[in-house]
């Protein structure tokens, strides 16, 4: 069965541009999680997706915004985009949050440089 | 809210035992989750912990202590590949979200 899959797997962008990035979970996770990694600062929550409703936000500004699908594909969206976003950015599937069993599933991630 | 503290690094050599320990706070407690990830890699699940005590999968086994919030996870016969960050990460209520450690980097050495 296929694994979680992100797109684009590298881009960059310069400050000010904004950016959407696209995950498609495994087949029947109704559940989506974003999290942003940087060097050091291991991985930071931005969002929580389940059957299309935000089920959680991290502390991160406006700028950052994500949605998802009714066929549980999620997209987050980055706008006016600082040096400080340069980052992999990672998304997680489970059945329901892997609430009962701990386990999510990450895609490879996007990995987003901003000049 | 939630914080995690875990070493940053540690360095063992090859066919010893390593442990790694978390320890943590939060408003309630769902189970403390342990994840591998390798340079250039996906975070991979290797064990979770909702009740105390000692859970074994192969040469890793993860414990919890919920009164002293704390756990460990525990890496035996290590190998060159066991080489990679490792995460602790908890859920603090059904309707929170896995809350990550920020790794230890380890690194086994011949």
């Known amino acids: 069965k296929a694994g979680v899959t992100q797109t684009p797997r590298y881009l960059i962008k310069t400050r000010g541009q904004q950016v959407t990035l696209s995950c498609s979970p495994i087949s029947g996770h109704r559940s989506v999680s974003w999290y942003q990694q940087t060097p050091g600062q291991g991985l930071q929550f931005l969002f929580e997706y389940f059957s299309e409703t935000q089920r959680n936000k991290g502390n991160f500004p406006g700028r950052f915004s994500g949605r998802q699908f009714s066929n549980s594909r999620s997209e987050m969206n980055v706008s006016t985009l600082e040096l400080g976003d340069s980052a992999l950015y990672l998304c997680a599937s489970s059945l329901a949050g892997g609430r009962d069993t701990g386990e999510l599933f990450f895609g490879e991630g996007s990995r987003l440089t901003v000049l | 809210g939630q914080s995690l503290e875990q070493p940053s690094e540690v360095t063992a050599v090859e066919g010893a035992i390593v442990q790694i320990n978390c320890t943590y706070q939060?408003?309630?407690?769902?189970?403390l989750s342990w994840y591998q990830q390798h340079d250039g890699g996906a975070p991979t699940f290797l064990s979770y912990n909702a009740l105390d005590g000692l859970e074994e999968t192969g040469r890793f086994s993860s414990f919890l202590s919920r009164s002293d919030s704390y756990g460990y996870l525990l890496l035996q016969e290590l190998q060159m590949k066991d080489s990679a960050s490792y995460f602790c990460a908890v859920r603090g209520s059904g309707n929170t979200p896995l809350v990550f450690g920020k790794g230890t980097r380890l690194s086994v050495i011949a």
């Open positions: 939060t408003s309630g407690f769902y189970g």
